[in-house]
């Protein structure tokens, strides 16, 4: 079935610094992949996508691509702030909108 | 309206009652979504809706959770003879179709099972 890893957490860093946070996934086909953050007391919101390999999805300032030869869509930003705190979920599409997510890694920038 | 709604933010009851959460999607959005988030367990799959009908119900627990959707728009999730192992937050999402992929979260509600 379907399944999606991605890194465990916290991770901490101090502002400006580069984020890498890893998720790599099992799927048949070629599933839709994504990354969604949920900040302290809001609800999921999705931050980016990218729907076949060796597309790059981007939004405020963070990207990852779709490596279908390593099944990995890595999330990366170059100078993390203090507002980027909060969790981050990896997720993959069935081929309609259900997803399947991984558990979440909790991202913790101080100043 | 503006997001999606769910009630209440906040349930506690007590082992063996039941239980009903409610979800108001967006306006016009005609897939619904269930899931539940629990510690350390990231999110998982409950339900989807595609109007009022249920294409999959795979990750429905156990025969005592439920849920319906009425009138495509507010759909309830029934939890019966409620468990300790219960206890987590039920998230809703609805998205515009079942092929638009991007999923609108609600807040959540934070179940305690005692």
């Known amino acids: 079935g379907n399944s999606v890893t991605q890194m465990e957490g916290p991770v901490t860093l101090s502002e400006e610094a580069f984020l890498t946070i890893n998720c790599t996934y099992t799927?048949?086909?070629?599933?839709?992949l994504f990354w969604y953050v949920q900040y302290p007391g809001e609800g999921l919101q999705l931050l980016l996508k990218?729907?076949?390999?060796?597309d790059k999805g981007s939004n405020k300032g963070f990207e990852a691509t779709y490596r279908k030869e390593t099944t990995s869509f890595h999330l990366e930003k170059g100078s993390v702030q203090v507002s980027d705190s909060a969790v981050y979920f990896c997720?993959?599409?069935?081929?309609?909108?259900?997803?399947?997510f991984g558990k979440g890694t909790m991202l913790l920038v101080s100043p | 309206g503006a997001g999606v709604s769910q009630s209440p933010s906040n349930k506690v009851t007590e082992k063996g009652k039941d239980v009903e959460l409610r979800c108001d999607p967006i306006?016009?959005?005609?897939?619904l979504y269930w899931y539940r988030q629990s510690l350390g367990q990231g999110l998982e799959f409950l339900i989807y809706?595609?109007?009022?009908?249920?294409?999959?119900k795979s990750g429905l627990p156990s025969d005592r959770f439920s849920a319906e959707r009425t009138g495509g728009s507010v759909s309830t999730l029934t939890i019966q003879r409620t468990q300790q192992e219960d206890s987590a937050v039920y998230l809703c999402?609805?998205?515009?179709?079942?092929?638009?992929?991007?999923?609108?979260f609600g807040s959540g509600t934070q179940l305690s099972v005692l």
């Open positions: 999402a609805s998205s515009l179709g079942d092929r638009d992929e991007k999923l609108f």
């Open positions: 306006s016009g959005h005609t897939a």
């Open positions: 799927a048949t086909g070629y599933p839709s």
């Open positions: 990218a729907t076949k390999a060796d």
């Open positions: 997720a993959l599409s069935k081929g309609y909108s259900t997803l399947t």
């Open positions: 809706f595609q109007g009022n009908s249920a294409p999959d």
